[in-house]
């Protein structure tokens, strides 16, 4: 079969920010992105690489604090790339820790600001109470469930859309009904699981957006079945709605 176009994807810190099964989503992507008829570059960016040219979907996942303390110095060099590729349009999912650092800044509990990167106007602190279960989210891509596990609590600026609304669980801070949030076509999120195998509307946003960035055409989709991957988001979301 002839490729409908080859789409550049970069998961950015797979050593040091991919716990929980992050690398999942990348997996899927990758597998999404062949299954729709395109072709696929995976691209792993570890700190001191290079970002290829004209990378079209970005990954990144979360990780603990001593893996970000890894990544710092490496996303300060690469930042304003990352700034003009968002404000570009071009698609990208931070999980829990990449997420964070997505956002203005990260204040420990301390009160130390670490600087973030300003995608996401977002603002995390760090507190002693910590995050963990099962999430179902309403989103513009229906139902969305996944796993948190994080103890920083982040707060979304005045104007900035989050990406779901809070059905059961935590979300960015267990008291304003958010979770994640998405500014231009960059979608951040606490949520683990991997978040997309079990969310494939989601994951076919992102690469449709990237088919677009990649080809300049619009996106061609396949005809997937999405049967068992929605039959475990059901369930899913039927048990944690129950507990």
Known sequence: MTSKGLIDLVHLYPREMSIYGDLGNTRCLAQRIRRHGYDVHVHDHHPGSTLPDTPALLMGGGGQDSGQSRVEDDLAMIADRLRGLAADGVPMIMICGMYQLF?????????????????????????????????????????????????????????????????????????????????????????????????????????????????????????????????????????????
């Open 103 to 243: 956002g203005n800044a990260f204040i420990t509990v301390d009160g130390a600001e670490l600087p973030g990167l300003g995608i996401l106007d977002v603002t995390t602190r760090g507190n002693e109470k910590r995050m963990i279960g099962g999430v179902v989210l309403e989103t513009e891509f229906g139902e969305v469930v996944g796993f948190e596990n994080h103890s920083g609590s982040t707060v979304l600026a005045t104007g900035q859309a989050p990406f779901g609304r809070v059905r059961s669980g935590n979300g960015n801070n267990g008291s304003d009904g958010t979770e994640g949030a998405v500014r231009h076509h960059v979608v951040g999120s606490y949520l683990h699981g991997p978040i997309l195998p079990v969310n494939p509307r989601l994951a076919d946003h992102l690469i449709a957006r990237a088919a677009e960035v990649a080809t300049g055409r619009a996106f061609e989709p396949g005809d997937l079945d999405d049967t068992l991957a929605d039959q475990a988001r059901v369930r899913q979301v039927r048990r944690l709605l129950a507990a």
